[in-house]
Structure formats: structure tokens, C-alpha cells
């Protein structure tokens, strides 16, 4: 367990954390959901991420965002998508969209697909991050196929030994991960994981 652990409410924890992130390391950040692994969506932090969570990089990593003008900027956001954005936002709903062409993003973000998984989270650290630095790649804090961490202690006993700083925020809000929902340009919205939102509440949004 080397990874140091601060209060996330003290402005010079958030500036380690700007700092490490900028210098393609992993950070344990606190959302209202579950704590999250957080780099850089570039290459190198992103395999360093992939490598900590011994995850395959198939699977693809979300982006967490400080606003709708940082999705429009990467992705295609549907009518349907606006409307769940717009009610379920921020809060625990990930949503997949097809990448805009102009915009390309790494295969290991995507998982090689030509869609992305977006998320505006309730929760001041990640949007406050993502509003500095831009979009963060951010998955949850945990060795693939364990158990979700839901406080920093979690985090640094789990995967300690790749992350160079846990913002601590206490036990997360929420503890249950994020809906997350498809919703191609041209097709039926699908419900690719149910989470804090259920099926039937995203349903009677989308399809009004």
C-alpha cells in the first residue's frame, strides 16, 4: 500500500493531483458512485491504467467530463442522449456515443470500437479536474473482476502499488456504479449495464 492518501478538500491536494495526472501517473479520485482510477486519456497513462487494473484492453475506458460542450467536442450526442444528459446529469448514468470522425481517439479508450462512454459524475473532484485539465479516463478504483472500492483505503490496499495518489473524500455517496446506455445515432437505445439508474427510469425519458 504505497500509494499517499490526502483530504481531496484541501486545494493543494487538487493541485498534486493536477500535477501527477499531467505527468501521466494514475489517481484515486472519489465520484458519487464508486472510487475511480483517473489518467490522462493518452496513450502511455492509459496503458499504465490498464496494466494497474489487469484489465483487457478490449473493454475500452469511459471519459469523465465537467460539460455537455466537452462531450459534443468527442462524440455525437443523439436526441435521446440529450434528454438523458439533460435529466440525469450530472449523476450516475454513462452514456455511449459514436465518436465524432473529426476527433479520433486512442484504442485503448475505445476498446477499438468507434464509440465512447461519456459521464458527467454528481461530484465535485472529478468535474473540477476535468473542467482543468479536460476529459479524464477514469475506471473503476479495482483490480478487474474485484470488488468495487468505495473508500481510499480501498483504493490504495487494492492496487496501492500503481497509483501515486488517493484523493480521500470519505465513503462514496452511492456505492452502486453507473447505468450505462447506448444510444447510436441510427438504432435502439440499449442498456449495456444496469446501475443507480434503473432501466425503466432511463426508458421513460428517452422514449417520450
Not at 487494473?53 to 455525437?76: E, P
Not at 470519505?170 to 449495464?193: F, K, M, N, W
Request: aromatic content about 2%; glycine content about 8%; overall charge neutral.
Amino acid at each position: 500500500m504505497s500509494a499517499d492518501i490526502v483530504d481531496a478538500g484541501y486545494l493543494s491536494a487538487f493541485e498534486r493531483a493536477r500535477r501527477e495526472l499531467q505527468a501521466g501517473r494514475i489517481v484515486g479520485i472519489p465520484t458519487e458512485t464508486v472510487y475511480g482510477l483517473a489518467v490522462l486519456p493518452s496513450p502511455e497513462p492509459l496503458a499504465r491504467l490498464v496494466t494497474a487494473k489487469q484489465r483487457s484492453a478490449d473493454k475500452g475506458i469511459a471519459l469523465l467530463v465537467d460539460s455537455l460542450a466537452q462531450v459534443k467536442r468527442l462524440a455525437i450526442l443523439t436526441p435521446a442522449a440529450e434528454l438523458l444528459a439533460q435529466r440525469f446529469w450530472p449523476g450516475a448514468l454513462t452514456l455511449v456515443l459514436a465518436q465524432r470522425p473529426d476527433n479520433p481517439l486512442p484504442e485503448l479508450l475505445t476498446g477499438g470500437r468507434p464509440t465512447i462512454g461519456v459521464r458527467l459524475p454528481d461530484h465535485p473532484v472529478p468535474r473540477a479536474l476535468a473542467r482543468v485539465l479536460g476529459p479524464l479516463a477514469v475506471s473503476s478504483a479495482n483490480i478487474s473482476g474485484q470488488p468495487d472500492s468505495t473508500t481510499a483505503q480501498q483504493v490504495a490496499a487494492s492496487v496501492g502499488d500503481e497509483v501515486s495518489l488517493v484523493l480521500d473524500d470519505g465513503p462514496v455517496r452511492g456505492g452502486v456504479p453507473s447505468t450505462v446506455v447506448a444510444c447510436p445515432p441510427d438504432g435502439e437505445l440499449q442498456i449495456l449495464r444496469a446501475g443507480a439508474i434503473t432501466e425503466a427510469d432511463v426508458r421513460a425519458v428517452a422514449e417520450k
